[in-house]
């Protein structure tokens, strides 16, 4: 039996997310305030706890606030006129029928679909029989919706439990002493949407696929179906020198219990202990002691209730259930180090955390009912542990998970867990919205790019485009579904950069964001694209215009055929124009075009591709920037005395060429000093950095790039 599926609506940034699990490991990365813990609190809630919290605070914004906008006035309009019997009276008749909300005063409330999946051949439906809906031999699965359906008899009770005092918050409303009048509508406004909440009843139903004839069922028979357990990402371990919460030593006693010799030698300590409290004379010499210290106190107080009172004494009385509480007082797990018994902080708390989380997966194992569905739950298993020990775990974990068929998901913020766990059990929550949460399914997205050959026409190379993300993700990329933001760039000297531009101050607003800087070639940068466009990734690409180097005026490089052997420009190009051939390579004259008709900017504004413009000449970054310093274009000749002049001057490295025969009287383009420095290009970039002209030699295409990303 393993759980297949979760759709769930409407709770909190939840509005319409649907998880889908592996039969063995799910894993479920995200930022921080993604998302992350308020699923896992919805599946903790439905599965095993006593019920999952429901208040005003886990409804969508938008939800209350248009329930609010149509019951606000009828509340307002009869509690003003009425008194609380003929008001409730009033307002339920207004909003119900039949002993039910009118269809217009519910919200669209709080559901998740739930999809059980069976084997025929091996699992054992006995608890699941009563649910079976789809008699297709073909099909094996149960359906089950859990739910909070708002009560009007309960609403009519909180309703007149509060009447009183929300009238006459209604008739003050438009007094002008005390507080403001939105902040008096404000706690109003609070004060319904708690009444609604406060009558909403948990409830759970059985269905067909479609999660339609939905019959009625018992809220604990549901929970009863599931064998649901979790270790939270705050861990009950400690580091101090106290070592108060003995976490290891707490689990290790745990684990033990099912262990027939543990419990025969447990067994036997209540009489072994007595056996020596008696021996010892101990037992007869605290009775004794207690008869006599209390003797008097005794006699006195029998003369005041007639004498009746016998004799008060202690007795030990050992049980065995004092014994294993005991047991747990006094028993520490210890490391052996060559003879030396170390306590379980001396490990430290990452190696103390992956202990911990192997003995709670061991007990989980052997709770496993066959005949429900097992869930085992990890938050964060990352925490304390230093990124080798990350790896390591994540991989004992995916081989546990699937060598002991046992079904589960972990949430984690770790670049090294999601790096290693690869695509298919990878899903990715991002906040996409204003409080809106959505989920992405990166099994799903492989299986869509499955087969699927790119051919580098360029540099007429191919390959699949499913190794490329297999590779991608193996190499560390994996960093990008964390990001606020992406920058795809080319190489180490735009990475300097572009980090160095980012901490100027009119791009302050991606200092304080999480920015994935992903270099890649202008070969390869498009086929990031697919994945970028799935996860709704604000990006920037910075690329190359990589016209022809052999260039050597503007006129020559906008001739009919002078092109750009840059693939990801040529790519965004046909992208956009749709109706041109799949190999066709525009000129530079129409990419000029389409940069300055903003065809660049893809996918609804989500992608931006910039490289140099008609304005700075150039072809690559160190030409643009040398333009935008000495106001020349690209092709214009300067003598080499006057270089060596410009680049004491300014503090910059970069070559400039010899020529023996006339060396001070030769002259030499941007474009020939940038082709002398291509083997030292992040020297010149340290150089620049280093001397503070990173803002002085900004080029137009960049700083226009970052202030898009920023906004």
Not at 326 to 355: H, M, P, V
Not at 517 to 527: K, L, M, R
């Amino acid at each position: 039996m393993i759980l297949k599926k979760v759709k769930i609506t409407n709770y909190r940034q939840l509005q319409n997310v649907e998880l889908d699990m592996q039969d063995s490991l799910t894993v479920l990365a995200g930022p921080n305030n993604s998302g992350k813990t308020t699923l896992i609190s919805v599946l903790k809630g439905m599965f095993c706890d006593k019920k999952l919290s429901f208040n005003y605070s886990d409804i969508p914004i938008q939800l209350s606030s248009d329930w609010l906008d149509k019951i606000l006035p009828i509340f307002q309009a009869v509690m003003i006129k009425y008194d609380r019997e003929s008001g409730v009276r009033e307002i339920i008749t207004k909003i119900s029928n039949d002993d039910k909300f009118i269809a217009d005063y519910i919200m669209d409330s709080f559901q998740a679909q739930i999809q059980v999946d069976y084997n025929p051949d091996n699992d054992d439906i006995q608890y699941f029989a009563d649910y079976l809906m789809d008699l297709d031999d073909t099909k094996h699965s149960f359906y089950f919706i859990y739910t909070y359906e708002p009560s009007i008899s309960s609403f009519e009770k909180n309703l007149t439990e509060h009447y009183d005092r929300m009238s006459a918050r209604f008739r003050d409303i438009n007094n002008p002493q005390g507080v403001e009048k939105d902040t008096k509508l404000y706690f109003l406004k609070e004060e319904l949407l708690r009444l609604y909440c406060n009558a909403a009843i948990e409830k759970c139903y059985f269905c067909n696929s479609d999660y339609g004839n939905a019959n009625p069922m018992e809220v604990s028979a549901f929970k009863n179906l599931f064998n649901f357990q979790n270790i939270p990402a705050i861990r009950e371990l400690d580091d101090s020198e106290s070592d108060s919460s003995k976490g290891i030593s707490k689990r290790v006693i745990s684990l033990l219990k099912d262990n027939d010799t543990w419990v025969e030698a447990t067994k036997k300590l209540p009489d072994l202990l007595m056996s020596d409290i008696e021996s010892s004379g101990a037992k007869n010499e605290i009775k004794n002691s207690s008869i006599i210290s209390l003797d008097d106190t005794i006699r006195d107080i029998s003369k005041t209730s007639g004498g009746h009172i016998g004799k008060l004494q202690l007795e030990m009385d050992v049980s065995e259930h004092d014994v294993e509480e005991f047991i747990q007082r006094i028993t520490r797990a210890k490391y052996d180090i060559d003879g030396l018994l170390l306590n379980e902080d001396s490990q430290g708390l990452g190696f103390s955390n992956l202990i911990y989380l192997h003995m709670r997966l061991e007990e989980f194992y052997k709770s496993i009912e066959s005949n429900k569905v097992n869930i085992f739950f990890i938050e964060e298993p990352e925490s304390h542990m230093h990124p080798q020990m990350q790896n390591v775990f994540i991989r004992f974990l995916k081989r546990y998970y699937m060598d002991k068929k046992i079904q589960g998901l972990i949430t984690t913020h770790s670049n090294e867990i999601a790096r290693m766990v690869g695509l298919d059990s990878l899903r990715v929550i991002r906040q996409t919205g204003r409080s809106k949460s959505e989920l992405f399914n990166l099994s799903k997205f492989r299986n869509s790019i499955k087969g699927i050959k790119v051919t580098n026409i360029e540099e007429e190379s191919q390959f699949l485009l499913e190794n490329f993300f297999d590779w991608f993700f193996e190499i560390g990329y994996s960093e990008l579904i964390f990001a606020d933001r992406v920058i795809l760039y080319e190489g180490d000297s735009e990475r300097l950069y572009i980090r160095k531009l980012i901490k100027l101050p009119e791009f302050s607003a991606l200092a304080d964001s999480y920015i994935a800087f992903i270099q890649v070639g202008g070969a390869y940068a498009h086929n990031y694209l697919p994945i970028l466009k799935m996860l709704k990734m604000k990006t920037l690409i910075i690329t190359d215009l990589d016209y022809n180097k052999d260039a050597m005026s503007m006129e020559e490089v906008k001739r009919e055929d002078s092109k750009s052997t840059n693939a990801t420009i040529n790519y965004c190009y046909r992208l956009v124009h749709a109706d041109r051939e799949e190999d066709y390579s525009p000129t530079i004259k129409e990419l000029y075009d389409f940069q300055v008709k903003g065809e660049s900017v893809l996918y609804n504004g989500l992608v931006y591709l910039t490289f140099q413009d008609e304005k700075s000449t150039a072809r690559t970054l160190e030409e643009a920037m040398l333009n935008k310093l000495l106001k020349v274009d690209v092709f214009h000749a300067i003598k080499r005395s006057e270089w060596k002049e410009k680049r004491k001057i300014n503090n910059l490295t970069f070559s400039i060429p010899n020529n023996k025969e006339n060396e001070e009287d030769s002259e030499y383009s941007i474009h020939r000093i940038v082709e002398a420095t291509s083997n030292n290009k992040t020297d010149f970039m340290y150089s620049v950095i280093l001397s503070g002209n990173e803002k002085k030699m900004l080029p137009d295409y960049i700083e226009k790039g970052l202030l898009w990303l920023a906004k």
